[in-house]
Every structure is written in structure tokens, then in C-alpha cells.
């Protein structure tokens, strides 16, 4: 009887490593658990909203990028 008794808790406890282990995995994979401090978390959103605002104001192309240029139809000589 003592010997099933051990032979159970042995397995809840390698069930417990087990899960555990898978949520280490998991947590590293997709990033969710545990959350950083509050601090933490606001430096990040500042530096979030700052890189926002930069991107919002940057030029996609350069002054000589996009002028006009003369240009003749070609007509399809094979009608």
C-alpha cells in the first residue's frame, strides 16, 4: 500500500515538472505570463508613442524622387 502511495506522488510530480516546463516554453514562445514592473511597462509605452510620433512624420520619399518627365504616346502599329 505505501508503495502505490509512492508511486502516485512520483507521478503528480513529474506531471508538475512536466507542465511546468511546457509553461516555460510557452511563456517564451508567445510572451505571455508574468508581466514586468508598472515602471517598466510605462518607460515602454513612452518610447512606443515617441517612435509612433516619429514615424508619422517621416518623409517616404526624397526631393528628387517623383518629378515630372516628358513622355510621347506610343501608338500600336499592328491594328
Not at 508503495?3 to 510572451?31: P, Y
Not at 508598472?38 to 517612435?51: G, M, R
Given at each position: ?39 517598466h ?9 515617441k ?14 524622387e ?5 513622355f ?8
Amino acid at each position: 500500500m505505501y508503495i502505490l502511495g509512492f508511486l502516485f506522488i512520483i507521478i503528480i510530480s513529474i506531471f508538475v515538472l512536466g507542465l511546468s516546463i511546457v509553461g516555460s516554453i510557452l511563456r517564451a514562445l508567445f510572451g505571455f505570463g508574468r508581466r514586468s514592473s508598472s515602471t517598466h511597462q510605462a518607460t515602454n509605452t513612452e518610447e512606443t508613442e515617441k517612435q509612433k510620433e516619429q514615424s508619422k512624420h517621416k518623409k517616404l520619399f526624397g526631393e528628387d524622387e517623383g518629378e515630372y518627365v516628358d513622355f510621347e504616346e506610343v501608338k500600336d502599329s499592328k491594328k
